[in-house]
């Protein structure tokens, strides 16, 4: 049986435009140098496939504007699903932020209410088989991350770590979910703790946290440096009954939880620190408010099979 193809190079925007149309869409959980629209029609003797096209920047923007009269304050045009056509979401601002999502298949709206307005912000996350969209949100001064990513079959899904905090990448090239509580210091004051929880990327599952396991005080006293750390920590607290716990984690970060006890109050303290092969040392000056957990997202976290000596 014969097959024919019919290559339409042009395709007026116009009628385009007139099929498209924006819709609130329910999230669960450059070719810049193209000019021509390509469609690609396959026949055959009883049934007829059409392709998608690949829409250049430009196309894709001037299609937005046309059915779109709100403030674009960016547009991120990249290839999310990796299957070699081109999409975009766009970030608008009027009265309120908003997120929108325009490809092949038409124009929907993704993300209503954004926090407060004139804060939002978005960008895109690169991996080899995946690219993911951050929009970063402010809400009462505290920054969050929204992440989606999009099917093969141009549908945005919401992730699993979306909205749990603030999601950035330090200049290591780390990736870190910043989480902000609430906690009360001995003297009753409530004060903002910020912990900083280790994510990577896993070709097969996606997403991941570096969990930790408790390790014995004698055992971070193996590294060269941990006993002026600790020493450091009682001189600077000796007016206090201090207590200190380990967690040690794979991606080369140990954290130190540190009650600290005072006239029947408890107020609980963090360090980060960094080993390597043979020594470890802060990664600040002073410590932190709040008590770091072993994991935060326990149904994404990956823990290390046991303590590694060092040399």
């Not at 490809?103 to 954004?114: F, H, K, R, T, W």
Request: glycine share 6%; charged share 30%.
């Amino acid at each position: 049986m014969k097959i024919k193809r019919l290559l339409m190079v042009t395709v007026f925007f116009g009628a385009l435009v007139n099929t498209y149309g924006c819709s609130l869409l329910k999230t669960e959980t450059k070719n810049e140098n193209e000019v021509d629209i390509e469609l690609t029609i396959e026949n055959t003797e009883d049934t007829e496939v059409e392709e998608k096209a690949d829409f250049s920047e430009g196309d894709l923007f001037t299609m937005f504007e046309e059915i779109n009269n709100e403030t674009v304050v960016d547009f991120l045009y990249d290839d999310y699903n990796r299957d070699g056509l081109y999409e975009a979401f766009v970030l608008t601002r009027e009265n309120e932020d908003r997120l929108w999502y325009i490809s092949a298949d038409g124009c929907e709206i993704v993300q209503e209410n954004l926090g407060d307005a004139g804060k939002a912000q978005a960008d895109i996350l690169a991996y080899r088989i995946k690219h993911y969209l951050l929009l970063q949100q402010e809400i009462n001064g505290r920054k969050n991350t929204l992440v989606y990513s999009v099917d093969n079959d141009n549908k945005v899904s919401e992730l699993n770590i979306s909205g749990k905090g603030y999601l950035y990448q330090n200049q290591e090239g780390e990736l870190l979910l910043q989480v902000v509580k609430e906690e009360h210091n001995a003297s009753g004051e409530r004060k903002d703790a910020v912990y900083d929880y280790y994510l990577y990327y896993a070709l097969d599952e996606g997403f991941q946290e570096y969990g930790a396991i408790p390790i014995a005080e004698e055992q971070f006293l193996e590294f060269e440096g941990a006993r002026e750390v600790l020493d450091k920590i009682y001189q600077e607290y000796q007016e206090y009954e201090v207590e200190c716990s380990f967690l040690y984690r794979s991606n080369h970060y140990i954290h130190i939880n540190i009650t600290l006890k005072k006239d029947g109050n408890l107020e609980n303290k963090h360090m980060t620190l960094k080993y390597d092969l043979s020594g470890v040392q802060s990664t600040s000056e002073h410590l932190t408010e709040g008590k770091v957990e072993t994991a935060y997202m326990l149904e994404i976290a990956t823990y290390p099979t046991a303590f590694r000596h060092p040399n």
